[in-house]
């Protein structure tokens, strides 16, 4: 079955540092990948997506994430968090046969103090 | 900007109890969904809708879950007799056409409370 694994439930960093959070998918075909943040009592947002092209995307609030395909991987990255980047990360995969259904990773809980 | 609205934010119900929860899509999107997030656990698909009927239901989504577009503008999830285990954070989302190569906008969330 299709799977969504990030590899940290909780980060905690201090301003400044750097933050890379881990996400791997298991499916062989082509694939939709997307971040999603949840800041405390809000909705899911979108940080960034990959459909196609460059393998390196970048999104909102100075997010990035790299595809590699060869690794079944989507891993998010930013230089130097804020503590406003306090939040919940989700990745998630749509496969493209697929009615649009987003699987999502079990989150990671990102804690910046300041 | 556009959002996807769902009501109410919260909902106590008994259990045995039928609950109606409330999404309004972004309007020009056809592509309707339902997600649930129990305490703790990842982001659960529940159902996808398109052009008035289901298109996809996960295994979550028994006899006892049914979805509705009841006027061309809401589209409601309902279940019909609540258990504990049903209490969670339910989120709708909506795409525009084309269910790939395209971002799910979600709504706030219903946070469910079965007592």
């Known amino acids: 079955a299709q799977s969504v694994s990030q590899h940290n439930h909780h980060v905690i960093l201090s301003e400044a540092a750097s933050l890379e959070l881990g996400c791997n998918y298991s499916?062989?075909?082509?694939?939709?990948l997307f971040w999603y943040v949840q800041y405390p009592g809000q909705h899911l947002q979108l940080l960034l997506k990959?459909?196609?092209?460059?393998?390196l995307v970048k999104g909102i609030k100075g997010f990035e994430a790299e595809f590699i395909k060869s690794k079944f991987s989507f891993n998010l990255r930013k230089p130097s968090v804020q503590w406003s980047d306090t939040a919940e990360y989700f990745c998630?995969?749509?496969?493209?046969?697929?009615?649009?259904?987003?699987?999502f990773g079990a989150g990671t809980q990102v804690v910046v103090t300041p | 900007e556009p959002e996807v609205t769902q009501t109410p934010s919260h909902q106590v119900t008994q259990m045995g109890q039928e609950v109606i929860l409330r999404c309004v899509p972004i309007?020009?999107?056809?592509?309707f969904y339902w997600y649930r997030q129990i305490l703790g656990q990842k982001v659960e698909f529940l159902v996808s809708?398109?052009?008035?009927?289901?298109?996809?239901k996960s295994e979550i989504f028994d006899d006892q879950f049914s979805v509705e577009r009841p006027d061309g503008s809401n589209f409601t999830l309902k279940i019909r007799s609540t258990k504990l285990e049903d209490s969670a954070m339910y989120f709708c989302?909506?795409?525009?056409?084309?269910?790939?190569?395209?971002?799910?906008?979600f709504g706030q969330g219903t946070r469910l409370t079965v007592v």
């Open positions: 989302a909506s795409t525009e056409e084309g269910a790939v190569n395209t971002e799910a906008f």
């Open positions: 499916y062989g075909g082509t694939v939709n």
């Open positions: 990959y459909f196609s092209g460059d393998p």
């Open positions: 998630a995969v749509i496969i493209t046969d697929s009615w649009g259904k987003l699987q």
């Open positions: 309007s020009n999107h056809l592509y």
């Open positions: 809708f398109y052009n008035n009927e289901i298109s996809e």
